[in-house]
């Protein structure tokens, strides 16, 4: 997944407007316009489209952490140059507040299981012998899930189908 598609979803499972993600950007300390989260949410086929870089992108989920858990006493915490789905899926874990009880919950809403041990291995550090890479189909689910639980639209629908 690209960066921009993290994005994209994002915005729409948690209904953000623009100003909204703008002030994002801002509890992290970044300053960006209308104009460029327009681009970054645009399509890739459009000319308009422009490429969210990682540091911006580690830049926004430090703002959600901040906007869903709140502000803490330490310093911002430096933006990563480098992202991976391991990196988003932790800061997603983190600004969610989410256990691995509540992450197995949300992927399975996705029709996907897998067990704690595997979850657990995306979050260790690379370094270690039990780190496993999030490979974009699980990534996908989770993100799937949280849409799941947390987009009014899509629970609306959803039940709307079962009826």
């Given amino acids: 997944m ?4 993290v994005l994209r979803r994002i915005r729409f499972i948690f209904d953000f407007s623009d100003s909204k993600m703008i002030s994002l950007f801002g509890l992290a300390g970044h300053q960006v316009t209308r104009e460029q989260i327009s681009d970054w949410l645009k399509k890739e086929d459009d000319p308009a489209y422009q490429e969210c870089s990682d540091p911006l992108l580690a830049i926004f989920l430090n703002g959600l952490i901040t906007d869903k858990r709140g502000k803490n006493d330490s310093p911002q915490p430096e933006p990563e140059q480098r992202l991976n789905n391991n990196i988003i899926f932790r800061k997603l874990k983190i600004a969610l507040n ?5 992450i197995l919950e949300i992927i399975a809403l996705a029709d996907v299981q897998i067990s704690k041990h595997e979850l657990s291995a995306f979050f260790r550090r690379p370094g270690h012998k039990h780190y496993r890479d999030c490979n974009d189909q699980i990534f996908r689910n989770f993100l799937k899930g949280v849409q799941l639980k947390y987009c009014a639209d899509t629970a609306e629908s959803s039940s709307a189908e079962i009826s």
Avoid: I, P
């Fill in 98 to 102: 989410l256990q691995a009880e509540d």
């Fill in 2 to 5: 690209t960066n921009n598609d």
